[in-house]
């Protein structure tokens, strides 16, 4: 049991995120959820704030986790949006960046102090497999994932001396909420592109969280998981 570690999840009122609290609580994980709207699964301690914004997350987090020792940030939010870029709307284009790309900064630069101080720590940052396939229609998207497995790999790096590991998974297509209005003969040209040519579950990322989170993972840092094989 993991009744002394908190991992923080943000991302947690639905989908992959909800998913995987409900996976880290069976696990005997203490878990904090991050949302906008501070809706999380029954028994994760629920946080309302928009990753987005540094200085609100900051304040948040100083009051709500100041008694807390966290041992891992999986950086589950995140947003899509199927249209090509020469039609994607501005507010749409800083929306889908702010979430996904700057949210896991904000959270990853104020958790690595935590980390850092404590000599110990993980972090799972969330990409997604259209970045290699660079799949038409997600241009947005994929911009803002590929600045987070940039970001990731050399903050991977920067952790190191404080026993921390920085890692990436990047699944191909699960059946969420981030990809109900995706064209079903989009998602089938994913699937046909990866290596193992089968829908996966929520549960096979989990388990894969759990792994990344355990310490048969210490010596894995830096690393880009492609679900499904590209």
Request: proline letters at 3%.
């Amino acid at each position: 049991m993991k009744s002394s570690q908190t991992i923080v999840v943000t991302g947690a009122s639905r989908g992959l995120g909800a998913h995987i609290c409900g996976s880290l609580l069976n696990k005997g994980y203490n878990v904090v959820g991050i949302s906008r709207s501070g809706e999380a699964p029954k028994n994760v301690t629920a946080i309302a704030c928009d990753v987005g914004d540094y200085a609100q997350l900051k304040e948040t987090l100083k009051h709500t986790l100041k008694d807390k020792t966290v041992f891992g940030l999986i950086n589950a939010a995140g947003i899509a949006s199927m249209n090509l870029a020469i039609s994607t709307p501005p507010e749409t284009v800083e929306k889908i960046i702010r979430t996904n790309l700057i949210g896991t900064i904000n959270t990853c630069i104020l958790f690595s102090k935590r980390f850092a101080r404590n000599k110990n720590g993980r972090i799972i940052n969330f990409s997604t497999i259209a970045v290699p396939i660079s799949l038409k229609g997600e241009s947005i998207y994929i911009a803002s994932k590929a600045g987070v497995e940039g970001f990731s790999r050399s903050f991977a790096r920067e952790m190191a001396d404080f026993n921390t590991t920085v890692n990436i998974i990047s699944p191909g297509p699960i059946n969420t909420d981030l990809i109900a209005k995706v064209p079903k003969k989009s998602i089938e040209r994913i699937i046909d592109r990866q290596i193992i040519q089968n829908n996966f579950s929520r549960t096979d990322i989990a388990t894969l969280t759990e792994y990344l989170l355990s310490e048969q993972s210490n010596m894995l840092s830096g690393q880009i998981f492609n679900v499904g094989g590209v």
